[in-house]
């Protein structure tokens, strides 16, 4: 599909090279899509803000040649949403792994979608906090280990697409590493929207959360990937028990035209002062 | 020329101050008593073309506050008790990537949700170590509402010329009380705005931790691109765990603060030539403390008073050479005691009492008075 070489040189700080992501991390598949995807809609570098939390995927800021800002666990969204109110002719991105946007981040994941800013938030869903050694995260799926359930988990992961959509955010999809192609493509479209956009990202961790599920290598992790993945049309036709343990991938929701933050923001100043 | 004069509120003078200061962007989360800045704010930054949000929480509106600032905005926080305890953590952030903000705390009693409409100064060694990791931290304590005012613009400027957040500390007294203030002319007051740096972007690195100058933040967005983050980083931005880089830059954390105290002390003296008490008083307490020494002065007991109006950095200079002629040292505080730790410290062999009142009601010239003459006798 990729017809000529990307060069990514264009977009990376080599100077910050060699990454700290592990050997077969899915994190770097969607890095270059992230890139490829940046190039595809033409944005100068100088006007692209990417914030990012803290944990493996919130790293992803320090190697890619924008404004970026490695923020506090969880608060991404936040310094994403002063900046982009404050410049709104910026693009501003914001990289989250799924305890960074979910747990620690869960209030304002909720009240940026609620709001509709024009921020496009990105999550690395691995299932895991793999920083800190592999400890339950809040989509970790029923019944699989971690270093702090051992016995396996007993609580229910949220659906990052349907949190999003319930909580107001106007263009939902899920892509996987696996599916790098199709990754690039909703980038571009979740990029284009206005309004507030999720792209939730299943990714791989076999060290910290593979390891200890069965899929001790990044091949079997990207196996489940490709396995597990249903495309939204698909499953329109599947019973909830063929759709149990697997995920729904796809542009979930999409609503073009809903009042954005920032726009009614300054339409609202313009009226103060037409008064 | 006739004075601009008006009636304010305390906490109406740090919004109009703000205003004055060039705030571009508020961004809070309501919470007694400190609410009314952020009321005020809704309604006079909009109507000049600049950004109030009210966040979903505290941590929030500080986080938005930083962004904003990164992309160079002048911007401003408010809270109280339980808020500023969740704001330590982007304090800290802010401190360690140098980003200019002014944070206002109107003290109520603590701790916990404690007395959320009484008045309290119990945050001011929260103001200094509630963040963790060393870091040093201006903050103001002023004792009028007039003086709320024009310390609100000297925050401001204060944060962008040290890249640092600013932290104003009120309390519940002077944040809802009505006095006097006199507006400023723009012409009469100094502004220090967002500057771009000095050097194009492919020479511009974000820190600079050994020539002893501030670099300016660039703002983002305008050509300057580099990376903010808050691990421990070298000049360009970007993570180290070098152990020069690290000392480097906790050094120049410290450095860049107290090497310039001069510029950054504020203070106020009265009665204190003759005197042979000295009382040491910031804040709402500071004006029963004013009282109360012309009293003691009255019943022919010489008293005076030493205010510090920056608190942070401490003004150990002063109180130590304060000490070496004044052998007896108050300090009326509505806390348990914190301030007179930072006094004992610098005191030269002078005694050092506390006057410490935290029930919720200020502290009363009378009280302060009798400590005067309780300490008198000694």
Redesign the interface.
């Known amino acids: 599909m990729i017809k000529t070489k990307f060069d990514y040189n264009k977009y990376l700080r080599k100077n910050t090279l060699p990454h700290i992501w592990c050997p077969g991390c899915g994190d770097g598949i969607i890095l270059k899509s992230l890139l490829r995807a940046i190039d595809k809609c033409g944005y100068s570098k100088d006007d692209v803000v990417i914030t990012s939390g803290i944990g493996c995927a919130s790293r992803l800021p320090g190697y890619v040649d924008f404004n970026t800002i490695h923020t506090t666990h969880g608060r991404a969204l936040t310094f994403a949403i002063g900046i982009k109110m404050f410049k709104p002719r910026l693009k501003v991105i914001t990289i989250s792994g799924d305890g960074d946007a979910l747990a620690i981040g869960g209030n304002h994941f909720i009240h940026a979608a609620r709001r509709n800013i024009d921020i496009t938030l990105i999550v690395f869903n691995n299932y895991t906090y793999g920083m800190t050694g592999g400890q339950c995260s809040p989509t970790q799926p029923v019944g699989s280990l971690s270093t702090t359930t051992p016995f396996g988990s007993i609580e229910p992961p949220f659906d990052v697409c349907n949190l999003a959509q319930a909580a107001g955010a106007t263009w939902v999809g899920r892509s996987t590493s696996y599916h790098a192609v199709q990754l690039e493509k909703f980038m571009v479209d979740a990029l284009n929207h206005t309004g507030f956009s999720v792209l939730d990202v299943i990714t791989n961790c076999h060290i910290s959360y593979g390891r200890r599920n069965k899929m001790k290598s990044p091949v079997e992790m990207i196996k489940y990937q490709k396995e597990k993945a249903v495309p939204a049309r698909s499953a329109e036709n599947m019973t909830p028990e063929d759709l149990a343990g697997r995920f729904k991938t796809g542009i979930l929701f999409e609503k073009a035209g809903s009042p954005e933050f920032c726009t009614e923001y300054y339409k609202k100043l313009e009226s103060i002062k037409t008064k | 020329m006739a004075k601009n004069i008006k009636l304010m509120q305390g906490n109406e003078a740090i919004a109009e101050g703000a205003v004055i200061a060039g705030c571009?962007?508020f961004?809070g989360y309501p919470i007694t008593p400190s609410s009314e800045v952020a009321e005020i704010l809704s309604s006079k930054l909009?109507?000049i073309?600049k950004?109030f949000?009210q966040?979903?929480?505290e941590?929030?509106?500080?986080?938005?506050?930083?962004?904003?600032?990164?992309?160079?905005?002048k911007?401003l926080t408010a809270t109280s008790g339980p808020g500023m305890s969740l704001k330590q953590?982007?304090i800290g952030?802010a401190s360690m990537c140098e980003i200019p903000c002014v944070i206002i705390n109107v003290m109520r009693g603590g701790p916990s949700t404690g007395l959320p409409t009484l008045p309290a100064q119990g945050d001011v060694m929260q103001a200094k170590w509630g963040t963790h990791g060393d870091h040093a931290i201006i903050a103001i304590t002023p004792s009028s509402v007039n003086e709320s005012l024009y310390e609100t613009i000297r925050a401001f400027n204060l944060a962008v010329k040290y890249r640092t957040p600013v932290l104003i500390l009120t309390d519940e007294i002077i944040g809802h009380m009505r006095e006097k203030v006199v507006i400023p002319d723009k012409s009469d007051i100094e502004i220090i705005d967002v500057k771009l740096p000095g050097v194009p972007p492919e020479k511009y690195n974000p820190y600079n931790y050994t020539s002893g100058e501030v670099t300016p933040l660039a703002p983002?967005?305008?050509?300057y691109?580099?990376?903010?983050?808050?691990?421990i980083h070298g000049e360009t931005g970007?993570?180290s765990q070098k152990t020069d880089v690290i000392q480097n830059a906790q050094n120049w954390l410290m450095d860049k603060i107290y090497k310039n105290i001069k510029d950054i002390e504020k203070f106020e003296e009265f009665q204190t030539e003759d005197a042979d008490i000295l009382l040491v008083a910031y804040g709402s307490t500071s004006r029963s403390s004013r009282q109360a020494i012309m009293m003691a002065r009255s019943a022919g007991i010489k008293a005076g008073m030493f205010r510090p109006i920056t608190i942070w950095p401490f003004p150990d200079e002063q109180i130590s050479a304060l000490s070496k002629k004044i052998k007896k040292i108050l300090v009326p505080e509505m806390n348990m005691g914190q301030v007179i730790f930072e006094v004992q410290r610098n005191a030269c062999g002078s005694s050092v009492y506390g006057l410490n009142v935290v029930n919720g009601e200020p502290i009363t010239p009378d009280q302060i008075y009798e400590k005067i003459k309780e300490i008198s006798k000694i």
């Open positions: 571009d962007f961004a909009p109507k073309g950004v949000l966040m979903e929480d941590i929030a509106a500080l986080g938005a506050v930083l962004g904003a600032a990164l992309g160079g905005a911007a953590e982007h952030y983002m967005g305008e050509g691109r580099y990376h903010v983050t808050g691990l970007f993570p």
